[in-house]
């Protein structure tokens, strides 16, 4: 299982609520999606970014094919404008039981 969590610093944090929304339409994309969260910094919380996203993948492969859809690029390349930074990580989850 991978996890994939990224963190998005905004240029205008009044835009996290439509970034939100555009990264909401990736949900589901791909067989092997299994977890897609979207959540924007609440406003009373210590926060360092403005959208972050958590999803988990049954495999690297899924994850790829998560990456390479053109929808994902599409909306990539759309919000890539509205970020001041990024942060990623990817990192695998070894089921032991």
């Not at 991978?2 to 339409?25: C, Q, T, Y």
């Not at 999803?55 to 001041?84: C, M, N, T, W």
Request: aromatic share 8%.
């Amino acid at each position: 299982m991978i996890k994939h969590i990224v963190m998005w610093k905004l240029k205008n944090p009044v835009d996290a609520p439509h970034f939100k929304a555009e990264l909401d339409s990736c949900r589901d994309l791909v067989p092997g999606m299994l977890k897609f969260e979207v959540a924007t910094r609440t406003v009373a919380l210590e926060a360092s970014c403005d959208v972050v996203l958590y999803s988990v993948f049954e495999s690297s492969a899924a994850l790829a094919a998560y990456q390479k859809h053109p929808q994902h690029q599409y909306i990539s390349s759309v919000l890539g404008a509205l970020r001041d930074s990024r942060s990623v990580l990817d990192y695998e989850i070894i089921d032991s039981h």
